[in-house]
């Protein structure tokens, strides 16, 4: 459980961004401090996430402090406002899931498309199963007025990695940018749709799934003249049609 705040004098705990007197460079008190709050602030931001969780998108500021263990007036010393609390867990949420699917996205020589898409698909379909309510959340702030504050979303980076394989197998960066940009618009609304259904098996949904992405591919692929299987390790350098033809 997180621990109550610190005391702040007459005054308590000052808000974010008051900082601490000083007449001169910071000494080793008001580091200590700045570190302090900045490790009590990312606490409650995981309490949030833990929070909307158990609770749902619209867990109140009381639930989440509940779970942080603080009163409702502790937790937001630590936040400028509702807004500024719900942005920090949304940027904790990404971060977490991002952290959680690129190492799926790592290629070697041995990885084959297979490998790579189901282990991709499979990590992003666990966290929906798991973490349903995180989910509408995240949904939600992209939904909402607030979209242009929230700083690379899930989409937004999945899409960025996407990219980068598919230019490694030397497909133009042009085409690259858009497909990429569709395969994760079409994992995100397939995992939308089989929240509400529920219909198939994860491990069902994961293969689904997995091949529509590797069918986009690899025609794409074929488009630029580079030959792809789909359990075969992806060809590292591999030539395209017009350069074996040159």
Request: aromatic share 8%; no cysteine; hydrophobic share 40%.
């Amino acid at each position: 459980m997180i621990g109550r705040g610190q005391p702040g004098g007459r005054g308590g705990t000052p808000p974010v961004g008051a900082g601490t007197p000083t007449d001169g460079p910071p000494d080793g008190r008001s580091l200590r401090w700045t570190e302090h709050r900045t490790q009590r602030r990312a606490a409650f931001v995981a309490a949030g996430a833990d929070a909307i969780d158990r609770y749902g998108p619209g867990a109140s500021a009381e639930q989440i402090a509940e779970v942080a263990g603080v009163s409702r007036t502790v937790l937001y010393r630590y936040f400028r406002d509702r807004e500024d609390l719900r942005q920090a867990i949304a940027d904790h949420v990404v971060k977490a899931v991002l952290q959680s699917v690129q190492p799926q996205l790592r290629l070697s020589p041995q990885t084959t498309p297979r490998e790579i898409i189901t282990a991709a698909v499979g990590e992003i379909a666990g966290w929906l199963d798991e973490h349903p309510n995180l989910y509408h959340f995240l949904r939600s702030r992209r939904a909402g007025a607030s979209l242009d504050s929230v700083e690379g979303t899930l989409a937004d980076n999945v899409a960025a990695l996407l990219k980068l394989v598919m230019v490694f197998l030397g497909i133009d960066s042009e085409a690259a940018e858009p497909g990429a940009y569709g395969l994760v618009g079409f994992v995100e609304a397939a995992g939308a749709w089989w929240l509400e259904h529920r219909t198939l098996s994860r491990a069902r949904f994961v293969e689904l799934v997995s091949t529509g992405v590797w069918h986009v591919l690899e025609g794409t692929a074929r488009d630029y003249g580079i030959t792809l299987a789909y359990d075969q390790p992806l060809p590292f350098g591999a030539p395209t049609a017009q350069e074996t033809t040159a």
